[in-house]
């Protein structure tokens, strides 16, 4: 069974950092794009970044150009999230997930078929 298993979430203060981490099971990561996405109360979901199955081409929404990095290794299976200088409206549910192929329009959610369950992201002071 195909599985995504995000981690890394919790309470920040404003200009902190986390990285997020997202984990397969079941199948082996390095032929799939991944994206980052998040949904915050009341909102739609938005992508946040994505990664080609390479590694070699990435995208970042425009708000998070500049503070947020995406990467990923293959040997661990693991895809990152890197966050830095974090705002109160990064607030969110983050989740990863997996396409099977193709890498336009990697920031549309409709196009991703795996999902993890995503992991809770709090800006506060």
């Known amino acids: 069974q195909l599985q995504l298993v995000e981690s890394g979430g919790g309470l920040v203060q404003p200009g902190g950092s986390l990285r997020l981490s997202c984990a397969a099971s079941?199948?082996?990561?390095?032929?799939?794009?991944i994206g980052w996405f998040r949904q915050a109360p009341g909102k739609e979901r938005e992508g946040v970044s994505c990664?080609?199955?390479?590694?070699?081409?990435?995208n970042y929404a425009d708000s998070m150009k500049g503070r947020f990095t995406i990467s990923r290794d293959n040997a661990k299976n693991t895809v990152y999230l890197q966050m830095n200088s974090l705002k109160p409206e990064d607030t969110a549910i983050y989740y990863c997930?997996?396409?099977?192929?193709?890498?336009?329009?990697?920031?549309?959610?409709?196009?991703?078929?795996?999902w993890g369950q995503g992991t809770q992201v709090t800006v506060s002071s």
């Open positions: 997930a997996a396409r099977g192929a193709g890498w336009a329009n990697c920031l549309w959610a409709s196009l991703y078929e795996y």
């Open positions: 990664i080609s199955s390479s590694g070699g081409s990435t």
């Open positions: 079941g199948f082996t990561l390095d032929r799939y794009p």
